[in-house]
């Protein structure tokens, strides 16, 4: 039976009906639509014959290979559109210099300047050339609205300077550019509306990111007065320090997903490297203790960086995440936010239709637990590298299990199954029960122990095992050889 197509309907609609078309259309040139983002973005924007004339692709080479690969298509007379490659970003130095020229033009400096600058390095310029440079822009972050205002500027600039059909006074490419940057920034805006709705959600995760950032924009304006001043910030920068939390949340599990999920790279390049360095040069400046004018303009530059940080987010980061994260992994998300600490005095709200324990998925041969899912000579081999002596002992006293290796105290493998209480000496079995039963009660969580073993300092840690309502399961016991720390602390 042949799969029919409709050539009016998008790539990214006829991609998730046919998956198998990904891999024909990539084989005549269409490579991007191997990433799920672009067809997820730009592909709900365009359709396979605007895709195969962006890339040059002869209309009747296309409809005999999808014809070929057992396409019926329904829509073969679609009219193409010649606009210049909508290609991934690659960098080189020529789209360097004139993303460099753009900015120029977007901070406000002459044209004529800047185009002189041009005149002297370029003696013409590709179209593609153009559009590889503003996407660029884009995926380094810079907002939408910025660069769709440089198509007007760019017209000028590069007038008369390009190869191919030369531009033709720019105005063609520019209509293209534009055309396509109003298509892109149309679904900016609803990816921004989607953010919007979803900061309405207790406890969503978004929620929280705005309600941080909204907080950190009040320090940071406080922050602003006292540079002026030159007042007392020591403890306001502090304070603001903080944000080292909020910036671990982005990059523990914001900025990896979106990469290996959804390959947007973007964030995780510049976004990501852009935390760490604020993150970094706060440590130096609370630390220092000099307060010369120097530091306060190293203080002002952090500051003013932070604050672009929170545009960024609002503006493109959250939106991008609007646009691509499941229902499920929201939920995923703000289950795990719950590991990190309080910061700018938010307290996250309660999502309560993410606090239901999701489903177990199985895995057929494997162990599965809330953590992950392990065969079972992974979880042996795992538990047997850690340089611990592990025993469980379950709710009823009974030995369950003991980790391999060589141990400080022996463990006979007779003895699993066997009550605790018979592998110590009369002498000691008195205290034994004491530890469990207070263990058992709650009157203590753990019980640590230190001694001299055979010339070693080691810890003997008696610790309770409850499950997720609090009952107890039994108590683990973990010996520790803390030679290597004294030693460390010694030196």
């Not at 503006?315 to 229902?327: E, G, K, M």
């Not at 599965?368 to 079972?376: D, Q, R, S």
Request: negative net charge; glycine residues 6%; proline residues 4%.
């Amino acid at each position: 039976m042949s799969k029919k197509i409709d050539l009016k309907r998008s790539v990214y609609e006829l991609t998730t009906q046919y998956p198998e078309l990904i891999e024909v259309l990539a084989s005549l040139g269409l490579n991007d639509i191997k990433k799920k983002f672009i067809r997820n973005s730009v592909g709900k924007l365009i359709t396979i014959p605007k895709g195969a004339g962006m890339h040059g692709i002869d209309m009747n080479t296309l409809l005999s290979t999808l014809k070929r690969h057992g396409f019926e298509v329904e829509e073969p007379n679609q009219p193409t559109i010649n606009v210049e490659s909508l290609r991934p970003v690659t960098g080189n130095t020529r789209t360097e210099q004139l993303k460099g020229y753009l900015k120029r033009l977007g901070k406000g400096e002459s044209l004529d300047a800047v185009r002189a600058d041009f005149t002297k390095e370029f003696g013409d310029v590709e179209a593609s050339e153009i559009m590889q440079a503003e996407q660029e822009l884009l995926a380094e972050g810079t907002p939408l609205r910025e660069v769709q205002q440089l198509c007007d500027i760019h017209s000028a600039l590069f007038h008369g300077a390009t190869r191919e059909e030369r531009i033709a006074n720019a105005e063609q490419a520019v209509a293209e550019s534009v055309s396509r940057h109003e298509a892109i920034h149309a679904m900016a805006e609803a990816y921004t509306q989607r953010a919007a709705d979803l900061s309405h959600v207790d406890g969503h995760p978004i929620q929280t990111f705005l309600r941080e950032n909204e907080a950190l924009e009040t320090l940071l304006n406080q922050a602003f007065d006292v540079v002026k001043s030159r007042g007392n910030i020591d403890q306001l920068l502090a304070k603001i320090h903080e944000v080292s939390i909020h910036y671990a949340k982005k990059g523990d599990l914001i900025y990896p997903h979106l990469n290996v999920k959804y390959d947007i790279n973007g964030p995780s390049k510049v976004m990501w490297t852009i935390d760490d360095e604020i993150r970094n040069e706060l440590g130096i400046l609370t630390r220092s203790e000099s307060r010369d004018e120097p530091w306060w303009g190293r203080v002002s530059a952090v500051l003013t960086r932070m604050k672009e940080m929170i545009y960024k987010e609002n503006n493109i980061l959250l939106p991008i995440c609007a646009a691509n994260f499941t229902q499920d992994e929201w939920q995923h998300l703000y289950r795990d936010s719950k590991d990190y600490a309080v910061c700018f005095d938010v307290v996250p709200k309660i999502w309560a239709e993410a606090e239901a324990k999701p489903e177990t998925k199985s895995h057929e041969g494997e162990i599965v637990m809330p953590g992950g899912h392990l065969t079972l000579a992974q979880l042996t081999a795992m538990l047997n590298t850690l340089p611990l002596e592990i025993t469980f002992v379950d709710a009823d006293n009974i030995n369950r299990y003991f980790n391999e290796g060589p141990k400080v105290f022996k463990r006979p493998s007779m003895a699993i199954d066997r009550e605790v209480f018979t592998c110590h000496p009369p002498k000691i079995e008195p205290m034994v029960r004491s530890i469990i039963e207070d263990l058992r009660s709650g009157r203590r969580d753990q019980v640590p122990m230190w001694l001299e073993k055979n010339g070693h300092a080691t810890l003997v840690n008696y610790m309770a095992v409850r499950d997720s309502d609090g009952n107890y399961v039994g108590t683990v016991e973990v010996v520790q050889d803390m030679e290597f720390a004294k030693k460390h602390f010694e030196r």
